[in-house]
């Protein structure tokens, strides 16, 4: 079965608004990758946080990391048209794979 | 800077014929190398991953095979196509284990 699971399964706001997406996991983690897909693309690395680091930012973008609760989240501020797209998390533990999510879509009205 | 490339970027087959799918990496060297399908709408699925030349790893045993004939080279194959093996491909590559992963513009695969 598949390492993480995203929530809500899909999100709808407006422009402007923040967006928050949330991951869960069942086992140990050395990282946990946060990724954005455009339909119909490849996906895009946004930010990787490690087990021992709760909090991150990159931009409009903030990420935590609860390891006791085996959980993530991901938070876009003020929210853009072009935030619109599919986002998954995907975590590492001492495999040469990730295991990926299955996606949160998010649409993001103008 | 690394580049990833994937060709063709869509393709239409019958039922019963042969699939290759090729992904390239430039300005790395011996990076891992994965192989994923995504369904219409849904999560990656990994399918097979290389940590080196000749070295392959099967996450879902199916119809499709896997090889690495040169560092940066990895292709993906099919002797007959199903129904059932059509969707998104996708080819990723990354420096480490569970380090960051890049991926490329993807293959649409039809099978009819």
């Known amino acids: 079965s598949q390492q993480g699971e995203e929530d809500p399964q899909a999100l709808s706001i407006q422009e402007g608004e923040n967006a928050t997406m949330n991951c869960s996991y069942k086992t140990s983690i050395n990282n946990l990758q946060w990724y954005r897909q455009n339909s119909g693309r490849g996906l895009v690395h946004l930010i990787l946080?490690?087990?021992?680091?709760r909090e991150k930012h990159s931009g409009r973008l903030r990420v935590t990391l609860d390891t006791s609760k085996k959980s993530s989240s991901l938070l876009i501020t003020a929210s853009r048209a072009a935030d619109t797209a599919s986002y998954f998390c995907?975590?590492?533990?001492?495999?040469?794979?990730?295991?990926f999510g299955t996606g949160t879509r998010l649409q993001v009205f103008p | 800077s690394q580049t990833i490339h994937q060709w063709p970027a869509t393709l239409v087959q019958p039922v019963g014929s042969p699939l290759s799918l090729e992904c390239t990496v430039e300005g790395t060297s011996n990076p891992n190398l994965y192989w994923y399908r995504q369904a219409a709408g849904r999560g990656l699925q990994l399918l097979f991953y290389s940590v080196g030349i000749g070295q392959i790893s099967s996450e879902v045993p199916q119809n499709l095979s896997a090889s690495r004939p040169q560092d940066r080279q990895f292709i993906l194959s099919s002797k007959k196509l199903l129904l059932s093996d059509s969707g998104f491909y996708l080819c990723?590559?990354?420096?480490?284990?569970?380090?960051?992963?890049?991926f490329g513009p993807g293959t649409r695969l039809t099978v009819l």
């Open positions: 990723a590559w990354s420096r480490d284990r569970e380090d960051t992963q890049y």
């Open positions: 995907a975590t590492g533990f001492n495999t040469d794979k990730l295991i």
């Open positions: 946080i490690r087990s021992n680091e």
